[in-house]
């Protein structure tokens, strides 16, 4: 009988101490990326703006993140995740505390690229800390899918939150008290994620050795990137990316346009993080008994197929059936894309891994929301949006589908 290294344990393992506190770190992911579209109409109203004048500022925001998430994944790799978070609150933080002094399209961009370039630490920290700690050890699937929940629950969250501080305070009330929340969150919780197991050596052959002595052969971030399994596994981010980015712009508007409620659409945008938790969860847990790649496949499939039911939005249930599909899929599809990269490549460069794929998949989702308004500005119908959505998504889920393990270099 194999006792594992948490039942040895007098004590309760730190790691699930790592896990609520980056849970918490991605709660502010959950909530900065989940719903700038609650923002976008009182924006557009208030200046005389167009949606893709307005999804600019989405897009600088994204530009901020990708720089952000690819430089903090490498950091992680290398040092403690404390330092790198309490500059992750400080500026994320004060971009979008600035939002509520905004006057000009050219500020909003700016200071939602100083918040982009804070929140990107919010996810390759946590995601990849939590991996490290859990390395050889029963239920990492779990914890991993426990962590990335709180994106969702940042989204449940922080969309009815704002959506009832724009009613009642104005948008500009809204932007200043996010920014104070973000900067106490993100602060609060690094001083809990320590530096992860594969930065101590000892002498015994528990996990820590074990992982610094198996990721040293392991895959170099170089090797990796050459390889088509990692290319398919970006194309599959990337699709699901840009849906994301559109989906979180857009839904709330054209959930307004078909005659649905300002504050039932906002709610719609939390539930859709909210249903995502189950998914994430759920997924983490059957990865002990259905590989990574065909959980992820399904997810993708999944969400084209739903993408599709938004054609025929006409009622408030409809859109809420929409959002808790969508939501399980979606968050099946994380847990299961950051599950094979580990898997699939090792621990070595396993946060710049993470960096690079998402710093991808953004650059190229950070222009979705800009194409999706010019698009509606021009035809006045997000028909052709979600076509195009599915159709990404489609060939995503095939490709997830098709990839294999690679075989370790020498």
């Known amino acids: 009988m194999v006792v594992s290294e948490e039942a040895k344990s007098p004590t309760l393992f730190y790691g699930w101490f790592v896990v609520g506190a980056c849970f918490a770190v991605i709660l502010v992911h959950g909530a900065a990326m989940w719903t700038f579209g609650v923002f976008l109409k009182p924006l557009a109203n208030e200046f005389g703006w167009s949606r893709a004048l307005v999804s600019s500022g989405y897009t600088a925001f994204l530009i901020g993140y990708v720089v952000s998430v690819i430089t903090t994944g490498r950091l992680a790799d290398r040092y403690s995740p404390r330092p790198i978070l309490l500059v992750s609150a400080l500026l994320a933080g004060l971009g979008f505390f600035l939002c509520s002094q905004v006057h000009t399209i050219t500020q909003i961009r700016t200071f939602l690229f100083i918040g982009g370039l804070g929140v990107g630490a919010t996810w390759s920290v946590p995601t990849s800390s939590v991996q490290r700690w859990f390395f050889a050890r029963q239920r990492a699937g779990l914890a991993l899918g426990i962590v990335v929940s709180g994106v969702g629950v940042g989204a449940l969250i922080f969309a009815p939150l704002i959506n009832f501080l724009i009613l009642n305070y104005g948008w500009r009330g809204a932007y200043l008290v ?20 594969v930065a101590i050596e000892t002498g015994s052959e528990g996990p820590e050795t074990r992982l610094n002595r198996i990721s040293i052969h392991e895959w170099t971030t170089r090797k ?3 390889t088509l399994p990692f290319a398919g596994i970006t194309f599959s981010h990337c699709a699901v990316l840009a849906a994301f980015q559109t989906i979180s712009a857009h839904l709330v508007p054209y959930a307004t346009d078909v005659g649905i409620s300002s504050t039932a ?14 998914g994430r969860i759920i997924s983490g847990h059957l990865s002990d008994r259905i590989p990574w790649q065909r959980i992820l496949a399904l997810s993708l499939f999944g969400m084209a197929l739903f993408i599709l039911w938004l054609l025929f939005l006409k009622g408030v249930w409809m859109l809420y059936c929409f959002v808790f599909f969508y939501g399980i899929c979606h968050g099946s599809r994380v847990s299961a894309y950051l599950g094979i990269l580990g898997e699939f490549f090792g621990m070595r460069s396993l946060g710049e891994l993470i960096g690079i794929t998402t710093a991808i998949g953004m ?4 222009f979705a929301p800009y194409v999706a308004g010019f698009i509606f500005d021009t035809t006045g119908s997000y028909l052709v949006v979600f076509m195009i959505m599915a159709i990404l998504l489609l060939s995503g889920g095939i490709i997830a589908h098709a990839i294999k393990k690679p075989v370790v270099p020498e």
């Open 363 to 366: 650059f190229i989702g950070a």
């Open 178 to 197: 996010i920014g104070i929340l973000v900067f106490f969150i993100i602060t609060a919780s690094s001083w809990v994620v320590k530096p992860s197991p």
């Open 265 to 278: 659409s906002a709610a719609a945008i939390g539930l859709l993080g909210g249903f995502s938790i189950p």
């Open 224 to 226: 990796v990137v050459t």
